[in-house]
């Protein structure tokens, strides 16, 4: 078992900046790839952006790429997730994810096994 708390949404402006973080718990940290995934009302769950488990890989949704950071403390047991430029598109409920079988960070929901409960952020105009 993998438990998975997001901490660090909130509201915030339009241009503004936000540093989420994703604490686990449960298992060796170091051996499973973590992304984080987005749900905006009335939407689907949509990948944002996966980091392997050594972090030495990362990939991003187009629509966040160059302006979101996803990185990794294993020795803290956390991933993060800095987004700068936040436009009010941005706003959703985001999860943090665990994926404890693949070599490759998954990009899809189906992906991963174990999920957080989320954080709302909130990005005004």
């Known amino acids: 078992q993998v438990q998975l708390v997001e901490s660090g949404g909130g509201l915030v402006q339009a241009g503004d900046s936000l540093r989420l973080s994703c604490a686990a718990s449960?298992?060796?940290?170091?051996?499973?790839?973590m992304g984080w995934f987005r749900q905006a009302p009335g939407k689907e769950r949509e990948f944002v952006a996966a980091?392997?488990?050594?972090?030495?890989?990362?990939y991003y949704a187009d629509s966040v790429k160059g302006r979101f950071t996803i990185s990794r403390e294993n020795a803290k047991n956390t991933v993060y997730l800095q987004m700068n430029s936040l436009k009010p598109e941005d706003t959703a409920v985001y999860y943090c994810?665990?994926?404890?079988?693949?070599?490759?960070?998954?990009?899809?929901?189906?992906?991963?096994?174990?999920w957080g409960q989320g954080t709302q952020v909130t990005v005004s105009s």
């Open positions: 994810a665990a994926d404890l079988t693949q070599a490759r960070p998954p990009l899809v929901v189906p992906g991963y096994d174990y």
């Open positions: 449960g298992r060796t940290f170091s051996g499973y790839a």
């Open positions: 980091i392997s488990r050594g972090g030495g890989i990362t």
